[in-house]
């Protein structure tokens, strides 16, 4: 079965400390991922995507993913946060023929 | 250069009515997705338009129909609207069938009491 999973559903973490928000799909085939990131009351903004090419995808706003196929996972990282990182980010993917699957979501929180 | 937009932005409708949501996707775009997003939830995939034509559909009812224009406009209905139907509506464009990601629009938020 196709599915995408967000092994966190919230993290709390320090104004500029870094961040590892976690993703893996399950999939035996080739795949697209995305990150996404929604603020309240707002559609989805697209931070990153992974085609093909280099694992490591650079995004807006200082986020980083890593692709590993071995393990099926996308996980999105930031060096250093900012209060107005506070947001919803989705992880998402699409499968050959599909169209785009989203996880449930990570609620990461700043703190000052 | 206009986003994807959507209409109406709230929306307040009783049960067993019916409802249609409508979406400009992003100039040059021309495929239209559309998703549900439960409170606390990811978006669910409903169904995708192509060339006016329904191109795949996600695991929800016939209750839940759509449209495509051929200025590549897109409608949503649902009918006999149930209250577990409350949700945001979001829509979504890209060019083609290609893997770029979509644009979102900002969604529907639909009240089913």
């Known amino acids: 079965a196709q599915s995408v999973t967000q092994l966190d559903s919230q993290v709390p973490v320090f104004e500029e400390a870094p961040v590892e928000l976690r993703c893996n799909y399950s999939s035996s085939v080739s795949v697209y991922l995305f990150w996404y990131v929604q603020y309240p009351n707002q559609g989805l903004q697209l931070l990153l995507k992974?085609?093909?090419?280099?694992?490591l995808v650079k995004g807006i706003n200082g986020f980083e993913a890593e692709f590993n196929k071995s393990q099926t996972s996308f996980h999105l990282r930031k060096p250093s946060v900012h209060i107005s990182d506070t947001a919803e980010y989705f992880c998402a993917v699409i499968y050959p023929g599909g169209d785009m699957r989203f996880g449930a979501g990570t609620r990461l929180t700043v703190k000052p | 250069d206009a986003g994807v937009t959507q209409s109406p932005t709230h929306l307040i409708k009783t049960r067993g009515q019916q409802v249609t949501l409508r979406c400009s996707p992003k100039?040059?775009?021309?495929?239209v997705s559309w998703y549900q997003q439960a409170l606390g939830q990811g978006p669910q995939f409903i169904f995708q338009y192509y060339e006016e034509e329904e191109r795949q559909r996600g695991n929800f009812p016939d209750r839940f129909s759509g449209h495509q224009f051929p200025n590549y406009s897109s409608e949503l209905n649902v009918n006999a609207l149930l209250l577990g139907d409350s949700a945001l509506y979001l829509c979504?464009?890209?060019?083609?069938?290609?893997?770029?990601?979509?644009?979102f629009g900002s969604g529907t938020r639909l009240t089913v009491v």
């Open positions: 979504a464009s890209r060019r083609g069938q290609g893997f770029y990601g979509y644009t």
């Open positions: 100039s040059g775009h021309d495929t």
């Open positions: 992974y085609l093909s090419g280099s694992t």
